[in-house]
Each structure stands twice: as C-alpha cells, then as structure tokens.
C-alpha cells in the first residue's frame, strides 16, 4: 500500500515536493505533516529526513507530536478568544513593543506605532501610579500581574485589562520586561455586575424577613447577616457559628448537622427548619434554605443561604391545627342539634344532613342539586330569598327566621344562619345552618292567642264604659236629622223648595258625623290579632279616640284641655293597643274627676329627646292614695266600684305599652295626677315596611 | 211670644226655631249657659228650651239668675241625656218638664201647644 495514502489530504502537495526536494537539500528537518489513522483520527508527526547520495536511498525518523499541536492550537484559539496579546519592554533602550493584538486592544493601528509616553496616556492618574509601582517592582525582581482601565482615544468608553508582567535577567541584570497585554472588560464587567446583584440581593434581604449565611468550609468560618443577631436580641459582636449552634433548640442541633452532610452528599437539597432561643428565652422558629460551591474534585468550599423567621407561620400552623380540631369538633355537634346544607359556588344544593330531612321531610336525593332556593321550602317567597342571596354574594353572613312549608304541607320555622365561606372548600361556597323552632313558635303563637284574647275582652271592657257616651253620639245626630227632615216635610208642602234645599245639605253633614263615629268604633273593637306595628299618627289616634269620651266629658263637666305639637306626631305603633291604652287613662281620668272640684282633663302630648313621643293623661283628681301607689298597674286592682271597671285596664296597657318598647308610668300628688306613656317615633325605619315574618 | 233656645249644637237651635216659628215664636239662639243669662238679662222670655248641661254654665244656673230677678219664671223646657239631677228636685224648682235627648221633636211641640197656646 502506499505510503502517501495515510496522509492528509492537504499535506500531501507539500509532502511531495518535500520528497522531490531531498535529493538536492540532502536533509529536512521538522518537517510536520498530518495522517489520518485507521479509526479516522489526524495525527501529527514530526519528521526528519536525510539522503544518501551513496546508496541513493532516504532515510528518515518520525515523532508523534500530536500532543503538543493540540496544546498549541489550543493555546492559539484560546488567546484568540481571551483577546490575549502581548509587550515586550527593554531596559536598556526604554523601547516598548506590542504584539498585533495589543494594538486591538487598544484600537489603534499598528503602524502608528507605540512608545512607553504614548502608552500611559491611555490610563488614568491613579492608574498610572500603580504602573509605575508594579515596574519598581519588577525591577527588584518582582513579577506582576493587574487589572486596569484604559480610556479609549477619541471617545468616552474605556475597557478593563488584565497586565501580566515578568522581569527578564541576563547576567544578573535587568533587560527586558514583557508579559501578556489581555482584554478582560466582558469579564469585570460581568463580574461587577455579579458584585452589584449580590448586593442587591443582600439588601433585599435585610430588607426583608430573611437573613443570610455564609460558611466558609475552608476555615469554618460562618457569616450571618446582623439582623439575625438584631432580631433575637443579641450584640453582632458575639454572634459567630459557635454561639449559633448554643442558641439553636437541643433537638434540632443533630438535625441540623446531618441535614448539612446529607446536603454535601448529594443526598437532598438543603432545607431546614429550626428553633433559636431569643435573649429573652423564647425560641423562634427559622426556616434556612441554602446551596453550596463545589471545588473541581467535588469538595464543597463555600456554602450559603437564607434564613427566614417564620414563629408567625408556625403559630398559625398550631392555631389553625387546634381550629381544625374543634371545628371536627363542633361539625359533629352541629349536626346533631343543627341543619346543615351546603351550597356549591353555583348556589346549587349540595348536601343536607338528617336534621334537614326531619324538618322538611326532604332527603338529598329529593333536593340534590337543586336551585338554592329550594332551601326555603316550596312556599319561599322570592324576594327574602333575592335579599339573602345577595347579602351573600357581597360576603355577608345573613340571619333571620323563616316560615315555610315541610314536604307533607306543614308549616316550619327556622331561625337560619347563610354563610358564606372565605374560602371554597371542594367547590362549597355557602353553607345554610339553621335551627329548627316550630315548636317555640307554635307555643308563642298559643300565647299569643291568649294574650289577643284577653287584650280583647279587656277592650270591650273600656268600650263598654264609653257606650253611653258612645249611643249619645250617634243618636243625637240622629235626631238632628230627624228633625231637620221633618222641617223639610213642612217646607215642602208650603213650597219653600230654596229653604229646604239649605237643609238637604245639613243633612247630608250630619249624617257624616255618624260616620266618623261608626269608623272610629270600628277601628277600635277591630280584633287585635291583625294590628300590626305601622306608622300612625297619634294625633288621629286621639281623635278618633276622644269621639267615644265626649259624652261622658260633657255629663260630668268636665273641661278637656289638649296640649299638642302643631304636626303629625307619626309612631311605630299597633295602632288598636294603642288607642286602648289612650281610652283606658282618659276614662280613668274621668273617673277620678267624677267628684273633683275643679273638674279638668288635660292632655299633653310632646317629644322626648331620645326620639320617643309622650303622651300625658293629667287629670285634677284627688290623687291616688300612696298606700295603694304600688298595686295601681297590678291586674285586677281597682277602686272603682264594683261593675265600673275590671281591674286590668293599667296592667294591660302597660303590657301594651312595653311590647311597643316603652315606658308606662304615673305620677300623682292631690290635684294633679299623670298618667303618662312613651312611643317610638317613626322617623327613619321606613326600611321595616319590608320585613317579614 | 218670645222663645229662648240653648243648646251648644246650633243645629239643635235652628230645627227648634222652625218648629216654633210655625206655632208663632219668635226665637233667640244662646250655645253656652252664659250667653243665655246675657239674653236674659235684656229679654224677657215666655218660653226657654235650654240643655241642661252646657259650657259655661248650666242649667241650674239659668235657673238661679232667673229667680234673681225677682219675675215669674217663663216655661221651662230641660232636655237632658242622663237624669244626674233627679227630676223631682228640677221639678221643684219650677221647671215645666224634662225631656231626654236625643230630642223626639213631636213630644216637645206637642209640649209647647198643650202649656203655652
């Protein structure tokens, strides 16, 4: 085979030519030439080559320098890349050279040329304080290496670079100092950039919750940030790694510690938690993550992190632990006296428990799914279910009491609780508890029966003391028109039609006092069951009310005086009760004047300061005796005589009064005796015009 | 002849003054006991139909002023809701009768022609 077939393609013209060429140079030396090996690898070979003019043959000996062209071209890319050149000073003629890249460099033109003036104009004034430094030196012998900037000519920019130096002696004298001229500026400037985020970064950190450490390996040196002393109450001065590892709870100490090998191992990422006793005694908790630098071989040099106190976050962990705890708690408790539905964030029925189904007579196969609205029974009405929804939308937990129907079509209340959570839990968003009260309100309602009832007989009591009074009224207008038509009857038939005319029309207005009478009776023996608490105003009340007294006033001659405000006197009030209450002090009042001297009623009526109307029943009676000042509003006391009055009308209008939210009381002196009871004014509570049951 | 009605419902008065006017009366309205006495004191009077309980004054005290006087008392006609002043005593006193209100008109005219015409 031959021998040209193993060498490199673009070797082998020179190689040819060098063979042709022996005969007449007799010897190549280092002649360098590239061959391919069997598995495709260049190899370089070194050759020397001789001929032989007496046998005419050549002769040669090769050596494998693959190696060192390696390393050689290396060395070229890689200055190449490091924009590495060089300098080359002398001593003795203060002549200064520059390799091509050092012009680079400096980016200037190699035909300008350099001189050593020329040169240190491109450094600054400390700058060039350090060249003149590091060649003092190096004269002693010193070799240097540094970093400096030099300005750019004709342009703001400078560039960092990286000098090496090193004094070259023949005959123990100083001739020449040269070394490498190298552009670092990507390099500082990277590196200044690190420095400035480093920095940054620590900042950032003592700025916020979280501390630093830094372990040197080497030395076992350990840097914490100062906050972390600061912040546990102790002097920067005494907090080194020694003093850290006192401080830091028994328990977590090996922890620690095997947790750093483990890390160094390789094993797991670096990430602890632990407690540090405070100068005050009590331990914080830290949460420490960190990383370490490894050296070529693998071994750890340097290793750092963070730390952040996080006692908060653990203390929360612990409460809401202990919340969970009780709240498992409270859940079974809950559902055992409680109904519960939850609601999914679509506002549809999710789950109900037992206790919803023994009130409704529901099951959650009936409702799943359902509309929320379903919650509220088949007899919901819209608008309560409108208001509680949107409360809840907005966040608010809404409470109330609600009436509906069971499955079989009985009535249920429910005093109910429609929360929404902060938080959805498996897409629950709302959770209804209520508590079933059907049986507190069907005994209220037993009671409030009896109380309607009683209220009623003890009002057809009253009426029933007004009902001459009462007869009087309407039979006297009667008669009126009685008589007038009788006069008309006579006109008629003398054919005096104008002056009839003028009596059809009193007529006509007379028998509208019967009718405000009749309406007066009516709205007062109206039963009491349906007198709902409404805005009136009391002033009619007391009209109306007064209809039924005149009579009786006028028999016993008695003046009736009424101190008023010039307006409505509007209240919140159950407008019967409270007419009942008014009739019931004025015929009183009546009846202690019956054999006064001075024989007047006087009735005031005013605002209190705190929003409250009162109404005063002043009468000129003798007064009550104070021997019987205590029993006045007990039920069945009286001192009228036996067939005038039951005994209850003071007890019931003081009940009356106190379901209205106030006061009925009495002052009483000879002469002057006051019967007085307060009423809330209806100013402002036009929202409860919307409440329902 | 010369009537003097009083009663604090004016109504009462007019009815009464036509019914009278037609048996040949002339009349005066007084509406308290006090404006009465004020009539009385100017005119005499054949024939006062008064109430007996009215503001200011009652009917008693007509009574009392009319005695005061020193004449014969005219006819007396009292209309009353309830008898509080028992009849006999009013009797005594002189009045010609006592009717109960509400007022039967027929049996106070028929009153009027029986005593007066």
């Known amino acids: 085979m031959a021998y040209t077939k193993f060498i490199h393609q673009e070797d082998l013209g020179k190689t040819i030519d060098a063979i042709s060429q022996l005969p007449e140079l007799k010897e190549i030396n280092n002649f360098e030439i590239r061959y391919l090996t069997k598995d495709g690898n260049v190899k370089y070979m070194s050759w020397n080559a001789m001929y032989n003019e ?9 050596k494998d320098i693959t190696k060192t062209k390696e390393n050689e071209y290396f060395l070229l890319k890689s200055s190449q890349l490091a924009k590495i050149g060089g300098w080359k000073f002398n001593v003795t003629t203060k002549q200064l050279d520059w390799a091509d890249e050092t012009y680079k460099i400096h980016e200037i033109s190699k035909d300008e040329g350099i001189s050593i003036s020329k040169a240190l104009t491109y450094y600054s004034k400390p700058h060039k304080k350090i060249i003149f430094k590091i060649f003092r030196d190096c004269f002693k012998g010193h070799s240097f290496s540094v970093n400096l900037k030099i300005h750019m000519k004709n342009s703001e920019r400078y560039k960092w670079v990286r000098i090496n130096g090193e004094p070259q002696f023949f005959n123990n004298k100083l ?7 190298q552009d670092i500026n990507d390099e500082m400037i990277n590196k200044i950039k690190l420095i400035e985020s480093e920095e940054r970064y620590r900042f950032a950190l003592e700025a916020s919750n979280d501390f630093i450490w830094d372990w040197d390996i080497a030395t076992n040196k350990v840097y914490f940030s100062e906050q972390l002393a600061k912040s546990l109450g102790y002097s920067v001065s005494e907090f080194d790694q020694n003093f850290f590892l006192e401080i830091m709870y028994p328990g977590d100490k090996d922890k620690m510690i095997s947790k750093v090998y483990e890390y160094l191992d390789g094993k797991s990422e670096f990430e602890i938690e632990f407690r540090l006793k405070s100068s005050g005694g009590s331990y914080r908790w830290f949460r420490s993550k960190g990383k370490a630098l490894f050296d070529h071989d693998s071994k750890p040099f340097r290793m750092s992190g963070s730390f952040a106190d996080i006692t908060n976050i653990k203390n929360k962990e612990s409460q809401l632990k202990s919340a969970l705890e009780s709240a498992v708690a409270y859940q079974f408790a809950l559902n055992k006296v409680s109904i519960v539905i939850s609601v999914d964030c ?16 529901y099951t959650i196969d009936d409702i799943k799914g359902e509309n929320i609205y379903f919650i509220f029974g088949k007899a919901y009405k819209k608008t309560v279910v409108d208001k509680i929804w949107s409360s809840l ?8 009491t609600l009436k509906n129907k069971t499955k079989d079509d009985r009535d249920f209340w429910v005093d109910m609780y429609a929360v929404p959570l902060t938080q959805a839990v498996d897409n629950i968003c709302y959770m209804f508890i209520a508590h079933d009260k059907t049986n507190e309100v069907q005994i209220m309602e037993e009671l409030e029966e009896e109380r309607i009832k009683t209220l009623q007989s003890s009002k057809l009591a009253a009426i029933g003391e007004m009902a001459g ?3 009087h009224e309407i039979n006297n207008p009667l008669a009126i028109i009685h008589g007038y038509a009788s006069n008309m009857k006579t006109m008629i038939e003398n054919n005096d039609i104008e002056s009839s005319k003028i009596l059809v029309n009193k007529i006509v207005n007379t028998t509208d006092r019967i009718a405000k009478i009749v309406k007066s009776l009516k709205t007062f023996s109206r039963s009491s069951e349906h007198d709902i608490f409404q805005k009136v105003d009391f002033i009619e009340v007391m009209n109306d009310t007064l209809t039924f007294c005149y009579e009786k006033l006028k028999r016993n001659n008695i003046d009736l005086n009424i101190e008023k405000p010039s307006d409505s006197c509007m209240v919140l009030c159950r407008q019967v009760e409270v007419a009942q209450v ?14 006064a001297d001075q024989k007047l009623l006087n009735i005031k009526i005013k605002y209190l300061k705190n929003n409250e109307l009162m109404v005063s029943v002043i009468d000129t009676g003798s007064g009550i005796d104070h021997t019987i000042k205590d029993k006045v509003l007990n039920p069945f006391f009286t001192t009228k005589e036996i067939g005038k009055g039951t005994g209850l009308g003071l007890s019931i209008s003081k009940k009356i009064i106190d379901s209205h939210n106030g006061v009925l009381n009495f002052k009483s002196k000879p002469g002057h005796t006051e019967f007085y009871f307060t009423l ?13 049951e | 002849m010369k009537a003097l009605l009083v009663d604090d419902e004016q109504d009462i008065c007019e009815i009464l003054e036509f019914k ?11 509406y308290t006991g006090n404006e009465a006495i004020d009539l009385c004191k100017k005119n005499n009077y054949e024939l006062i139909i008064s109430d007996i309980r009215m503001p200011q004054g009652s009917g008693i005290d007509l009574i009392d002023f009319l005695k005061s006087k020193g004449q014969n008392l005219p006819a007396i006609i009292f209309l009353t809701g309830h008898t509080e002043v028992p009849e006999q005593e009013l009797l005594d006193l002189g009045v010609l009768t006592i009717l109960e209100k509400p007022i039967d008109f027929d049996k106070l005219l028929s009153c009027v022609k029986q005593n007066l015409l």
Not at chain 1, 393 to 400: A, F, R
Not at chain 1, 680 to 692: C, T
Not at chain 2, 20 to 30: R, T, Y
Request: aromatic share 12%; glycine share 14%; proline share 1%.
């Open chain 1, 54 to 62: 007496t046998d005419g043959l050549m002769y040669g000996y090769a």
């Open chain 1, 175 to 181: 001739r020449f100092i040269q070394g490498t001229y």
């Open chain 1, 346 to 361: 679509d506002g549809k029925i999710d789950s109900v428990n037992d206790q919803f189904t023994k009130t409704t007579g």
């Open chain 1, 393 to 400: 939308k907005q966040g608010v937990t809404w409470e109330g």
């Open chain 1, 469 to 471: 009074g009462i007869a």
């Open chain 1, 582 to 595: 008014f009739l019931n002090l004025v015929n009183n009042a009546c009846d202690a004047l019956e054999h």
């Open chain 1, 680 to 692: 809330p004014r209806a100013v402002g509570l036009d929202e409860l015009d919307g409440s329902f």
């Open chain 2, 20 to 30: 009278l006017q037609m048996l040949g009366f002339s009349c005066d309205h007084a």
